[in-house]
């Protein structure tokens, strides 16, 4: 089992900058994926961006250039820092744990963030 641990988040302006946290702990695949979804209220959830143990990066298109995923492998944990919000931006920030190994793959979620940006 992996266990996630949120935080950041909160309330900020339009134009303005937040980053939200994600530690893992547990049973650690030596491969894995760490990465954010999100979910706005009457839409389905969707990738943000996501970052392999290799550190190979993807990104939403919606969130290219403004957003950057980094990791901290030694800490078992990646940062989402989140610059030039927008109110389309709102949503639910859900980090997301994907591992690895000869028995398959295992995906975890956190218990997700409030991310509001106010127009």
């Known amino acids: 089992q992996v266990q996630l641990v949120e935080s950041g988040g909160g309330l900020v302006q339009a134009g303005g900058f937040l980053r939200v946290s994600c530690a893992a702990s547990g049973s650690i695949f030596r491969i894995n994926a760490m990465g954010w979804y999100r979910q706005a209220p009457g839409k389905q959830r969707e990738l943000v961006a996501s970052?392999?143990?290799?550190?190979?990066?993807n990104y939403a298109p919606s969130v290219k250039g403004r957003f950057t995923i980094s990791r901290d492998n030694a800490k078992n944990t990646v940062y989402l820092q989140m610059n030039s919000l927008k109110p389309e931006d709102t949503a639910v920030y859900y980090c997301?744990?994907?591992?690895?190994?000869?028995?398959?793959?295992?995906?975890?979620w956190g218990q997700g963030t409030q991310v509001t940006v106010s127009s």
């Open positions: 970052i392999t143990s290799d550190s190979s990066t």
């Open positions: 997301n744990y994907r591992g690895w190994s000869r028995a398959g793959e295992y995906v975890y």
